[in-house]
């Protein structure tokens, strides 16, 4: 019996780096995945879909983009169990009760609303964790399988959960999940396979029963092992399970840390940049450092002008980004300043060469003279 797990489908994501039309193509990835994924379930011939929490990225989205989801969910060939997760809890305000996802008419689609075991095929239990809150108080897993009784003989049985293991929560919240609890449960057979959401990178613990399957697309550039489904093959008893990870995601996070201090930094950099694939799918994240000249920097400005226009979106992250401009005083000269500009430029240039706070708004101020200057040139 083979089944598809995956999670952190973020139906309704946003990113602020995104214009309105990179934004939509953003969104539209993460229902296309959805139907890859749903493709991938028929290839392998899956009997069900479980999706181990935050299928929604909040309970307040536009109707729209629900009904958008549904439909991206019609196309699913196979039985769906959805985990509410602490992003779309299962409260008051539950997007799971709202009338774009219950007059969907999705027959074969399920939430997971408690913890009963429910048998999704013969001889298969689930047994889902369900989020009432975004900031749970307890480790909820635990908490139900204290009160699980063990499955009938025969039946393997699937525990369905979303939140972070204690062994990976350096916060160590008290809703991070027992780690050892769960491997108890499964060597007493009281579960056989432990789906996980939360963590949007696939990760396995080492028993092999213990998986995240990660986000079907990415959302942060801390991802790693992301835009995967895992095709999971229960085995027979007295077997162990397996599975086989299958990627159906499209876009990609690049963060990029250079150091530029010359001409041929700024050219290697652009023969990089210009090599990567599928670049209309690229969130490109830069922080580079470095000291450069005023032709140079007007090299490596006119490089990330061409990426802001090229990749889904390009921009520098401020916090990590230090570039100094030093104009040489040949530079100066053959912009054809004089008289007071002259002197502003060489007392600008003596500014950035000092560093401190007023290093980076001498830089900018320098190529904006420049910019000025060479304007008739690249006119």
Same mark, same amino acid.
């Given at each position: ?21 990179? /934004? *939509? ?30 299928? +929604? ?35 008051? !305000? ?46 909820? $897993? @635990?908490? !139900? ?30 809703? *991070? ?17 432990? @789906? ?24 942060? +550039? ?51 940049? /210009? ?11 830069? @922080? ?26 390009? +921009? ?8 100094? $401009? ?16 002259? /002197? ?36």
């Amino acid at each position: 019996m083979r089944f598809l797990q995956t999670s952190d489908w973020q139906w309704g994501m946003t990113r602020h780096w995104l214009d309105a039309d990179d /934004q *939509a193509r953003f969104t539209q990835a993460r229902n296309d995945a959805v139907v890859r994924a749903g493709a991938v379930a028929a290839e392998h011939d899956c009997a069900f879909m479980v999706v181990a929490g935050d299928v +929604f990225d909040s309970n307040h989205l536009r109707r729209e983009t629900v009904r958008r989801a549904m439909e991206a969910l019609r196309q699913v060939p196979v039985p769906v169990y959805l985990l509410p997760g602490n992003h779309d809890a299962l409260n008051a !305000a539950s997007v799971y009760d709202s009338t774009a996802f219950t007059e969907a008419g999705l027959d074969h689609v399920h939430v997971l609303r408690d913890s009963e075991p429910v048998e999704v095929a013969p001889g298969v239990e689930l047994v889902g964790v369900p989020l009432s809150t975004n900031q749970p108080d307890h480790d909820v $897993v @635990a908490a !139900a399988l204290d009160e699980l009784e063990p499955p009938d003989e025969g039946v393997r049985r699937v525990l369905v959960a979303h939140g972070q293991l204690a062994e990976l929560d350096p916060g160590r919240r008290v809703s *991070a999940l027992d780690g050892d609890r769960i491997r108890q449960a499964l060597d007493a057979g009281l579960v056989h396979w432990v @789906a996980l959401g939360d963590r949007h990178s696939r990760w396995v613990d080492s028993s092999g029963l213990v998986h995240y399957s990660g986000a079907v697309e990415v959302t942060d +550039f801390r991802d790693s092992d992301v835009g995967d489904v895992l095709v999971v093959d229960l085995a027979d008893e007295g077997a162990s399970p397996s599975a086989e990870v299958v990627h159906v995601g499209t876009w990609r996070m690049l963060e990029v840390r250079e150091e530029v201090n010359s001409a041929e930094d700024v050219a290697r950099l652009r023969e990089q940049w /210009q090599a990567v694939e599928d670049k209309s799918t690229v969130l490109l994240r830069h @922080a580079l450092t470095g000291t450069l000249s005023l032709t140079d920097d007007a090299a490596l400005q006119e490089l990330l002008e061409w990426a802001e226009d090229t990749f889904a979106a390009a +921009f520098a992250w401020d916090r990590h980004t230090d570039v100094v $401009v030093v104009p040489d005083d040949a530079e100066l000269s053959d912009i054809g300043i004089g008289g007071y500009v002259a /002197q502003a430029a060489a007392d600008l240039k003596e500014q950035s060469e000092g560093g401190g706070e007023g290093a980076a708004a001498a830089s900018d101020a320098l190529r904006l003279l420049h910019r000025y200057a060479t304007a008739g040139e690249r006119a």
